[in-house]
Every structure is written in C-alpha cells, then in structure tokens.
C-alpha cells in the first residue's frame, strides 16, 4: 500500500533514499517524504504528487549519512503535504514512516492530546511519532517497543532519533519490511526492489519482529528482548528487470513478457514420462494429495479471475468440486473449514492484507493452505504451509498481467497433478502438456496483432461504458478484461457472464455502449452467438475475440479481433493478451498514468 524505506551508511542518505522510493512508487504515490539526520538535526522535506515533486524541493547537497523514506497510498486523512510521511513529534527529535493502518488511533490520539501532544496532521501514523517520543528517554528500540505494545493494527515501520546517528529501528506487524546487507552500509524496505541495486543479502521480517540497525550491525528481536535468530537469503531478483527495458511503459513490458513468463512458471515442473507436473514446495504427500476431495481458492482482484479460470479446470479435468473465494469475503464470514478441503491463498505480491487474513482464518480453524505467490519470501508465502512460485519475475505496473497467466499457469500444472492422481490417463497428460507448451508462440503470434488492437482501441476509447462477456472457462477472463479497462482508463466496464445479460444487464445497451465478446469456437459458441444477436438486436456495438477464420462471428460483430486456435482449457491465456492490449491502447488514448493510475496500488496491504 504504501512504500518505506531507511538507509545508514556511508552515502548521502538522501539520494539513496529518493532513488529507493522511485523502486517503490509502484506501491502507492499520492505523496513522499523524507527525513535525513545531519548536523542540524532531523531534516524533513514531504510533498504532494510524484517522486519528482518530492525530488524538486530536496536540495542537491543535502547531508546526511542516514534517513528514512516514504511514499503514501492514503488510507487515513486526504493528500496534502501535511499528511505525507515521515511524521514527526513536536520537538523533531522523532521521526517515522508506516505503512500500514493504527485502528486504535483515535483513542490514542486522545490519550496524547490530553499530554499537550498537538498535531499536524489528519494520519493515522502520526500518533506513532508521537508515542514514541512519549516513552523516549535515551533508548530507542525500548520506546518503539514501548510504543507498538499499545497499537492495535498493522504496520511495516522505520523510526529514527536525532540524538542517535546512523541508527534506524525497523518493525513489522502485517506489512512488509526487508533488511538490505551491503558493505558499511544498511537498507531497509517494504521489499527488495528498493535495496538490490546495493545488495543482493537480504533478511525478511516476520509479524512482530523488530530490527536494530546501523551502517555495520543488525540485531533482531520480538517485541521483547528475545533475539531472533535470523537467515540471510540470496535476493534472487536482477535489476535489469525493474527497468523498462526500452518500453513506453512497465505494463507493455509485462505483457510482452508473456511470451517468456509463462514457460517460466512451468519450465522444470513437467515430467514428460509420466504425463504430469512435478511441483517441489507443496508439502505434501502424494496420499495427502489423494485425500483432497475439495479445493477452495482465496484471492483478490485479477488473482480472483485467475483462480476462477483454475477452478473450471479443477473440475473439468481432476473433477474435484473447486470454488473461488474473495478472501474478504471470506475472513468473516466464519467459513466452515472441513477436513479434506484445500485451500489455495493465490496472490502476486503475497502481501495483499484480505487474503493473508483469510489465511490465517482458515489455519486457525486447522486448514492447510499453499501459497501460489510471485514474490519469493513474501508474507503469504512464507506463512502458508507450502505453495508453488509463479516465478513471472518482478511485476512493477499496478495492473497485473504477466502475473495472471503465470498464476493460471501454475495452477494448471497443480490441477494437472492432482488429475493423473486420479482419473487422467497418460495421453489426455500428454495432450494437456503438448497444448500448454504451444502457448509461448501463440503468445507470440497474439503480440504481432498490436496494431490492430491499437486502432481498435482509438475507435472505442472514447465511450463511456463498455461491457465484457464470456461462457464457461472464459467467463472469468471478461471479468478479467473489464478490470483492466476499468483501472487503467478510468473507462466504467463490466464482466458478465454472456448469458446473464438476459436478466438484466441488457437493459444498458444502446448504440453509445461497446460489448467485447469471449467467443471461442468451443462447445458454448453456438450460446455466446445467440447473445451476440441479443445485443445486435438492441443496435448494441459488438467487439468479437474469436478464432482464427471464424467468418461467422465476423459477420455478426462490428469488430472481430482473432486469436489461434487452441484446446478449449487454454483460450484463457489467448484471450487475455488482446483485452490487456486494448485496455492498454485505451489508456494511451486517453493519456492516463498507465503505470501508475490514480488511486490504485500495486500491493493491496491494508483492509
Ligand atoms: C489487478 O490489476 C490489480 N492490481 C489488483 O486487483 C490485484 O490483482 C489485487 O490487489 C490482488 O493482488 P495480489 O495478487 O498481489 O494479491
């Protein structure tokens, strides 16, 4: 949700910081702060907007060996200077970044105003600053401890006292924070992509860990004083791939890297012999994975399309009974976790708060859950009780693509597994792998129509509404495709199931309101045709994704849009590529932050 980052060391704190906090931008960028310690003391500077706001008012020469930083995704009080982090006491002996939500703050607010405390801003983390400074007296780590006794929430955080150069205290509780080990110098971050342009030794944090650091040291503890004895991991990101490689944009790199990402996240995992997946990291026995007579997947947002199109699989080819759950659905809802139910925790950044929560609901009730996370030592990841990486490589644009079909793609080699476990014969094995190989080049293929998806998109960025439908197995892909639009362009679209328009949605078309069609020559072709001429019929504008040759789609759509033919469990990932495209082409069209579109985040880490 929103991106921290501290630094002690020999450099000028506050390059290193700025340059950290543009890795992170990606995590939220209503507004950024830093706070540097030098001979004056705590020197802060915060502002509206971008990094390049932040940038302008931060002078070239500022000294400074250690700091902090912030970039907020605001969940508490509007974006204004005032309330962008560091936040500060009132004497600026204390300063601090967070990311996360206080829920308690109002009653500590009270407490601290009766204690004169004035504040400055309208956050939720402010009182941190505030407290701590309450319980300082010459020991930092004991007054953030002190200080985070009385929270009640989640936060990733950094902390810094004037009178205690070159030291920074870090802690976790439901957001992320990483420690960068480099030579004479220390980062800490709310993940790797601030620190490995220094370093490739990184440690994780875990819920209720706190961190003491200076330039050389580190020392790890709970929120006591028991030290923690902590691994230090091989950061396996490259940097290059936090570039954009020569792209316009990240989100156009990552959909071109399809082609690659998805022979990614199966290379390794087939075993050709015996027609099935091999998958290291489950945990679990063949006998236990025999036991499974249900799956449930919980996620959130494209992961929760992703999920769905694996559930058709799940049932179709290993006919396990599978559904999907939005995991903030169902955290409260007191699910019933019986025993031989599954649970799959799907999330890219393997930070999102609602499905780590769930999570965690569903262990505390005894449930097994595996992790299907792109982010390697994620939270999610580390706290399931195993998983499967999707290995798509680092995902920097807000709206997900690469990751989608990685997550599909590793679902499939799950569901692949459980199936030649039970009904799946050798062949139907052998087929299913021959199918999921062709992908890359399918993917290929689908790229070099980006021109035609181009124009396409300058014909129709400019309506209003648009609608998005597909049947069966890519049902969930238009649900897919109009959360794309919808986050990128700001265009209002919604996904329904083609055959749902009938019972209502249809009283919204006209000739102002586009409909983009999932119709693969598959067995509901003839169904989806049949709600093609339904919306015709009411002079409805239809644009058509449908098979290579398919003449008579053409004839009924105002706009057809081709993709090869496949097997009908993989048009998921073929119709996925053009609708990212067109979402994509929209929003240049209209001039929209591709990237980075108002107010979104990459990693969803609070409630
Ligand atoms: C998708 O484009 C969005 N960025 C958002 O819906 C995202 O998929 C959702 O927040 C879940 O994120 P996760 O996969 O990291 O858990």
Redesign the pocket.
């Known amino acids: 949700m929103c991106g921290i980052v501290g630094y002690s060391g020999f450099r000028q704190a506050s390059s290193v910081l700025i340059a950290g906090l543009k890795r992170l931008e990606y995590r939220g960028y209503d507004s950024s702060g830093i706070s540097v310690l030098n001979t004056q003391g705590l020197v802060t500077f915060k502002k509206t907007g971008k990094i390049i706001n932040l940038q302008q008012i931060v002078p070239k020469d500022l000294q400074g060996l250690s700091g902090i930083g912030h970039t907020r995704w605001a969940t508490h009080g509007g974006v204004t200077d005032r309330n962008a982090h560091p936040h500060n006491d009132g004497k600026n002996s204390i300063s601090i970044v967070h990311n996360g939500i206080i829920e308690n703050y109002i009653s500590l607010k009270e407490m601290l105003k009766a204690d004169g405390v004035v504040f400055k801003s309208e956050t939720d983390s402010e009182v941190l600053a505030h407290l701590v400074a309450k319980f300082y007296e010459d020991d930092l780590e004991k007054a953030v401890k002190k200080a985070l006794t009385l929270v009640k929430g989640t936060y990733g955080i950094i902390c810094m006292h004037r009178d205690k150069p070159g030291i920074l205290v870090g802690a976790r509780n439901g957001s992320p924070l990483v420690l960068g080990i480099g030579e004479k110098e220390m980062f800490l971050a709310s993940d790797v992509s601030a620190v490995i342009g220094y370093t490739k030794q990184g440690i994780y944090l875990v819920d209720r860990e706190v961190i003491i650091v200076d330039e050389n040291n580190y020392r790890s503890t709970d929120l006591g004083y028991q030290e923690l004895d902590k691994k230090v991991e091989h950061i396996s990101w490259e940097l290059e791939e936090l570039e954009k490689g020569g792209y316009p944009h990240f989100m156009l790199k990552e959909i071109f890297e399809q082609v690659d990402s998805i022979p990614r996240a199966y290379s390794g995992r087939i075993d050709e012999d015996l027609a099935t997946a091999k998958l290291g990291g489950l945990n679990m026995t063949n006998r236990e994975l025999l036991d499974v007579e249900r799956i449930k997947i919980i996620?959130?947002?494209?992961?929760f399309h992703a999920g769905w199109v694996a559930c058709y699989l799940m049932e179709s080819m290993a006919r396990i009974p599978c559904s999907i759950e939005l995991a903030s659905e169902l955290r409260y809802r007191n699910p019933i976790v019986e025993k031989n139910t599954l649970y799959l925790a799907?999330?890219?950044?393997?930070?999102?708060a609602d499905?780590l929560y769930a999570l965690r609901e569903i262990q505390r009730k005894g449930g097994r859950v595996l992790g299907i996370c792109n982010v390697v030592g994620s939270t999610i990841a580390r706290e399931s009780d195993g998983g499967v990486y999707i290995h798509s490589g680092p995902e920097i644009a807000?709206?997900?693509t690469k990751?989608f079909t990685s997550q599909i793609t590793a679902l499939y080699l799950f569901t692949l597994l459980l199936a030649r476990m039970r009904s799946l014969s050798w062949e139907e094995g052998t087929t299913f792998i021959n199918n999921l190989k062709k992908l890359p080049e399918m993917m290929q293929s689908l790229l070099e129509t980006k021109d035609q998806i181009a124009a396409l998109a300058k014909k129709y960025a400019h309506y209003q509404d648009f609608l998005f439908l597909g049947r069966g197995i890519n049902y969930p892909g238009a649900l897919e495709g109009a959360?794309?639009l919808k986050?990128i362009s700001y265009i209002h679209a919604e996904g329904f199931s083609a055959a749902e328009i009938k019972h209502g949605p249809i009283a919204l078309i006209n000739e102002e309101t586009p409909s983009f069609f999932l119709v693969p020559d598959d067995g509901l072709k003839s169904k989806v045709i049949s709600n093609m001429k339904e919306i015709k019929a009411r002079k409805g504008l239809v644009i058509a994704l449908a098979v290579e040759g398919d003449e008579e789609v053409a004839e009924i759509a105002d706009d057809v849009l081709y993709v090869p033919r496949t097997h009908d469990f993989f048009y998921p990932f073929l119709m996925a590529l053009p609708q990212q495209l067109f979402a994509y082409y929209c929003a240049l069209e209209l001039e929209r932050d591709v990237d980075q579109p108002r107010n979104?985040a990459?990693?969803?880490t609070v409630e």
Do not use: N, P
């Open positions: 996620a959130a947002g494209t992961s799907l999330s890219q950044s393997g930070e999102t499905t807000v709206a997900s990751a959360l794309k986050e979104l990459k990693s969803v």
